[in-house]
């Protein structure tokens, strides 16, 4: 039978068994709280809305017929409910970390008071600076969540270890770990610290680590149990208590996974379509093999920019899922207003790759903003001449002339001056290498340049516009899209937590709408109420 047939809607205003009848479908949706019934009386069409009375069907009247039933659909129930529980938070949504404390401390504290998570962008940032940020958030997140980006860094093992005993110092038990090929020592003593067995005998980790990872192999290291090794040389090294080493022996490395697709910054650009379920799939396996107490969580970042696509990522089963590009164009991120007002002009073809600071020599790219900038075609440019001289002074006249007046606005030598400063203080081990090697004294002249990029960017560095390096992926240009004719279309309107609420909110419509489809009623036209910037009362924080 096609439902597409023309009814006209009933227009019974009256309550019905305790439910509500509305003008239109777009209405009913909206009421995420209560069950839906879609029904037909004398050619009319009715869409009921009313509290799921323990399972009764009584909303429809006896001489009507039942087309379709979507059940209530509330936003902090999408997802995994478990993960939020778990982490003392009321909505499956997080904000990724940004570095350079893009993801800043306004943005963690304003996720957190809305009942969903942030993780503070550490990198970029000295220790000395990070344990005051970790002090200020401690103190003023209190009794709500928030998180930490524990970022891999192979080139200085000691800047890794130095994040990990600050997370540890100050009890911040969530901790966003990237970059991760293989899970390192630090990462796993922070992951052990101060497991316990309940009185239950449940086994109970005391610090939560959310793994982000774009590929099928590096998942499966961190759904395994540590590596018995790594956990007896820990406590050989007095890291760890026996204990905790012999609990750690039954935990995953992390119990949540992120899987990031195509995303700004580093991305190998995998299609959330492909690589989602092969991770969740494979956390199935790791499940059943270790037989874990608790399941294993597998969330979704990347692309994700608006309802629709956090909805795609609910119905393929992310257990929460990740924002990124569009946070940093928000008024709580730690970037400058000329990069949020590029940010709102970009269309989701306006990203590009350009060479990574940290993989410079490799060739290694990140994904960012090419509309309004000329960093990536720069970086690019420095990335050839690195490629094709063996030292800075083999660069031709004019090209150094070029770099030195147009886009570094330095000379080679006062750069070099800074480097040796910078790199005396934090890793000298660089620049030994550098006195040996010409070839690796120009890269760290050029991740000058690249590092510094980001820097401008931030702070709105007037005389370096076309440099500004701004991490961004195609999950802008399509919230940009959302956004036409809406509150969002004015940059001065995004707000971190509300456009995340609004993604959420969204994303139930939108599943509600797929169950009445998949029922047969015809769902093409309508229009979903949002993005609103007050919410109804079901949406109000409760910690679950
Ligand atoms: C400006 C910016 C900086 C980022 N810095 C980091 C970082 O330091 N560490 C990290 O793990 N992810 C970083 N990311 C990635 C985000 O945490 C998130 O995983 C990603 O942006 C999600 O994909 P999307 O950009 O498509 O939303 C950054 C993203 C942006 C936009």
Redesign the pocket.
């Given at each position: 039978m096609s439902l597409e047939k023309q009814y006209k809607v009933g227009m019974q205003t009256d309550s019905l068994c305790g439910a509500t009848v509305c003008k239109t479908l777009e209405e009913a949706l909206t009421h995420l709280d209560k069950a839906l019934f879609v029904y037909e009386k004398e050619t009319a069409l009715f869409f009921a809305v009313g509290f799921w009375n323990g399972g009764k069907l009584s909303i429809v009247p006896d001489d009507a017929r039942l087309l379709a039933f979507a059940p209530p659909c509330l936003p902090s129930h999408l997802g995994d409910v478990s993960f939020c529980r778990d982490l003392k938070i009321s909505f499956p949504c997080y904000?990724?970390?940004?570095?350079?404390g893009?993801?800043s401390e306004q943005l963690i504290r304003s996720m957190a008071i809305a009942g969903m998570l942030g993780?503070y962008?550490?990198?970029?940032l000295s220790l000395e600076e990070l344990e005051r940020v970790i002090i200020r958030l401690s103190s003023q997140c209190k009794d709500r969540s928030f998180g930490v980006?524990l970022?891999n860094s192979p080139e200085d093992s000691s800047r890794e270890h130095g994040v990990v005993e600050l997370l540890l110092k100050h009890n911040v038990q969530l901790a966003?770990?990237?970059?991760y090929i293989i899970p390192s020592p630090a990462l796993i003593k922070y992951r052990v610290k101060g497991v316990k067995k309940t009185a239950g005998g449940m086994i109970e980790s005391h610090n939560h680590l959310i793994a982000?990872v774009s590929r099928l192999e590096i998942a499966r290291r961190f759904l395994e149990p540590p590596p018995l090794k790594v956990l007896e040389q820990l406590q050989t090294n007095g890291e760890i208590t026996p204990e905790e080493a012999n609990l750690g022996r039954n935990l995953p490395v992390a119990q949540y996974i992120?899987v990031?697709?195509?995303?700004?910054?580093?991305?190998d650009h995998r299609p959330a379509l492909s690589i989602f379920p092969a991770v969740k799939d494979l956390a199935r396996e790791m499940h059943s093999k270790h037989k874990y107490g608790k399941s294993l969580k597998i969330g979704l970042?990347?692309?994700?920019?608006t309802p629709s696509a956090a909805a795609a990522a609910f119905s393929m089963g992310a257990a929460y899922i990740?924002?990124?590009?569009?946070?940093?164009a928000c008024l709580e991120?730690g970037?400058s207003p000329q990069v949020r007002t590029l940010l709102a002009q970009a269309a989701q073809t306006d990203v590009t790759n350009a060479p990574a600071a940290d993989l410079f020599e490799r060739g290694g790219t990140v994904?960012v903003l090419k509309k309004g900038t000329h960093f990536a075609e720069r970086a690019r440019k420095l990335h050839d001449f690195y490629v094709q001289y063996i030292s800075i002074d083999d660069i031709p006249k004019d090209q150094r002339y070029d770099l030195e007046k147009k886009v570094f606005q330095k000379s080679f030598d006062d750069i070099w001056q800074e480097t040796k400063e910078y790199f005396r203080k934090t890793n000298p081990r660089q620049l030994e290498i550098a006195t040996k090697n010409p070839k690796h004294k120009m890269a760290l002249i050029f991740r000058w340049y690249l590092g510094n990029a980001?820097k401008w960017a931030c702070v709105g560095e007037k005389d370096h516009i076309d440099d500004y390096q701004?991490?961004?992926?195609?999950?802008?240009g399509a919230f940009n899209d959302w956004a036409q004719g809406t509150i969002f279309e004015n940059p001065a309107m995004r707000s971190a937590p509300v456009v995340a609420l609004n993604l959420l909110y969204g994303a139930a419509l939108l599943l509600r709408m797929e169950i009445l489809r998949a029922q047969g009623i015809s769902v093409e036209n309508c229009r979903i109420p949002c993005p609103v910037n007050t919410f109804p009362e079901f949406m109000s924080t409760q910690e679950q």
């Open positions: 904000a990724g970390s940004m570095a350079h893009i993801s993780f962008g550490s990198a970029g980006n970022l966003e770990a990237s970059a982000k992120t990031e697709a195509d995303s700004a910054g580093h991305t970042a990347g692309g994700m920019g990740v924002t990124g590009s569009i946070n940093q991120s970037t994904q980001v701004i991490w961004c992926g195609p999950a802008m």
